[in-house]
């Protein structure tokens, strides 16, 4: 997320609506909240740690659960259209 930079890290989402159509911020979106975490912003406030991505897609390559398992993910698409209305998207 591009706006996650510039909020402080006890930013709260002052609203939610649902993913329409298929982009890649809603591709990282669906992968964080497979992972169990609301946003990129909620994983680095939880985990603080730095977050591997696919250098040429530029979508989360790995993410660590809340219980120390990791996801791991390919470098292509994984949110399929049928699962890009369950996606939320948080606004700031």
Not at 22 to 35: D, H, K, P, V
Not at 40 to 48: F, I, T
Not at 58 to 70: A, E, I, P, S
Request: proline residues 2%; charged residues 35%; hydrophobic residues 25%.
């Amino acid at each position: 997320m591009s706006c996650s930079v510039l909020l402080d890290d006890n930013a709260k989402p002052k609203s939610t609506s649902r993913a329409k159509q298929w982009t890649g911020e809603i591709e990282n979106l669906y992968r964080f909240q497979q992972a169990g975490y609301r946003d990129e912003l909620e994983y680095r406030q939880v985990k603080q740690a730095q977050i591997d991505r696919w250098p040429d897609t530029g979508f989360v390559k790995k993410l660590q659960r809340r219980d120390n398992t990791f996801y791991y993910y390919n470098r292509k698409r994984e949110c399929e259209d049928r699962e890009v209305h369950k996606v939320k998207v948080y606004a700031y």
